[in-house]
């Protein structure tokens, strides 16, 4: 698991945005307290059970370190206590011929959402539709209104929106301060299609900022959606905007996080070069 992604994860509803610690330290000198599971867990735990977050089991891992599985934001993650039980450890754990022990602890001790489940609630997720109605093929993607990369797939997708496909955006709001009030202001806009295009058309790529002017006191129903999405992205396991999320042609549900490569667009979209040459006339 990419330490980045997971941290981001643990500590989403403390910090809206991404952190990029190896090692959390939470240093303390309080006792030990019990997790939820009845077993007892390190005092550097404990700031994670009160921001809201499960302690769902524990395991024996490599290097006398003990493994947590913590549930947060709909998603389990495995964190490593050190024997001091002040410290956690996030990260990957290699063994001495380099071999990734994360996936192999995921296997036995995670619980891996259903991703039927999880399309069918992006379904009735709040988005906003770009793009014909009666669609060829439909796309999600999360996106932060302030995110250079998302711009770079709002440009990218022009085509294939213009030859048929729907783009349905969901919108979050952490990467900068100004994010959340943006992220509201196209959920809030009576033309939410008619905001995304402003605030990509007058984005500046060079501050990283989006185009449009951000709710400066955002209505509460309006930030609880964006927390809602921002949870749904990461139970699909997004590391990040814009994370893409599709039905292949077998119907078996993809996700993409990061700008794909422009070469990927087709398959990701189902459109492939000649529909948008013919469709774009």
Same mark, same amino acid.
């Given at each position: 698991?990419?330490?980045s992604?997971?941290?981001?994860?643990?500590m989403?509803?403390?910090?809206?945005?991404? *952190?990029?610690?190896?090692?959390?330290?939470?240093?303390?000198?309080? +006792?030990? =307290?019990?997790?939820?599971?009845?077993?007892?867990?390190?005092?550097?735990?404990?700031?994670?059970?009160?921001?809201?977050?499960?302690?769902?089991?524990?395991?024996?891992? +490599?290097?006398?370190? =003990?493994?947590?599985?913590?549930?947060?934001?709909?998603?389990?993650?495995?964190?490593?206590? *050190?024997?001091?039980?002040r410290?956690?450890?996030?990260?990957?754990?290699?063994?001495?011929?380099g071999?990734?022990?994360?996936?192999?602890?995921?296997?036995?001790? /995670?619980?891996?959402?259903?991703?039927?489940?999880?399309?069918?609630?992006?379904?009735?997720?709040?988005?906003?539709?770009?793009?014909?109605d009666?669609?060829?093929?439909?796309?999600?993607?999360? %996106?932060?209104?302030?995110c250079?990369?998302?711009?770079?797939?709002?440009?990218? %997708?022009?085509?294939?929106?213009? +030859?048929? *496909?729907?783009?349905?955006?969901?919108? /979050?709001g952490f990467?900068?301060?100004?994010?959340?009030?943006?992220?509201?202001?196209?959920?809030?806009?009576?033309?939410?299609?008619?905001?995304?295009?402003?605030?990509?058309?007058?984005?500046? /790529? +060079?501050?990283?900022? $989006?185009?449009?002017?951000?709710?400066?006191?955002?209505?509460?129903?309006?930030?609880? /959606?964006?927390?809602?999405?921002?949870?749904?992205?990461?139970?699909?396991? $997004? =590391?990040g905007?814009?994370?893409?999320?599709?039905?292949?042609?077998?119907?078996?549900?993809?996700?993409?996080?990061?700008?794909p490569p *422009?070469e990927?667009?087709?398959?990701?979209?189902?459109?492939?070069?000649?529909?948008?040459?013919?469709?774009?006339?």
């Amino acid at each position: 698991m990419n330490p980045s992604v997971l941290s981001w994860h643990l500590m989403h509803d403390v910090k809206l945005g991404i *952190l990029a610690a190896f090692v959390i330290v939470v240093g303390s000198s309080s +006792a030990a =307290t019990l997790g939820s599971s009845g077993s007892e867990t390190p005092a550097a735990l404990a700031s994670l059970v009160q921001h809201g977050y499960e302690i769902k089991r524990s395991f024996p891992a +490599a290097g006398g370190l =003990t493994g947590w599985v913590v549930n947060g934001n709909g998603r389990e993650h495995i964190v490593y206590s *050190l024997q001091d039980g002040r410290h956690l450890m996030v990260g990957t754990l290699l063994d001495e011929q380099g071999h990734n022990l994360n996936t192999d602890y995921e296997d036995r001790f /995670v619980s891996h959402p259903d991703p039927t489940a999880l399309y069918d609630k992006l379904q009735h997720a709040r988005f906003i539709a770009d793009g014909p109605d009666k669609s060829k093929s439909v796309i999600y993607v999360f %996106l932060d209104p302030n995110c250079v990369y998302c711009h770079a797939a709002w440009v990218a %997708l022009r085509p294939y929106v213009a +030859a048929g *496909l729907q783009v349905r955006w969901v919108p /979050v709001g952490f990467l900068k301060p100004s994010s959340l009030g943006r992220a509201a202001a196209l959920l809030e806009s009576a033309a939410p299609a008619d905001a995304l295009r402003l605030n990509e058309e007058r984005f500046n /790529v +060079a501050t990283e900022d $989006g185009g449009l002017p951000p709710l400066i006191a955002p209505p509460s129903e309006t930030v609880k /959606v964006l927390r809602e999405n921002s949870d749904l992205m990461a139970a699909f396991g $997004g =590391t990040g905007t814009p994370t893409i999320v599709w039905k292949d042609t077998d119907g078996k549900i993809r996700i993409e996080s990061g700008m794909p490569p *422009l070469e990927k667009l087709s398959l990701i979209t189902g459109l492939v070069a000649s529909d948008l040459k013919t469709r774009t006339k």
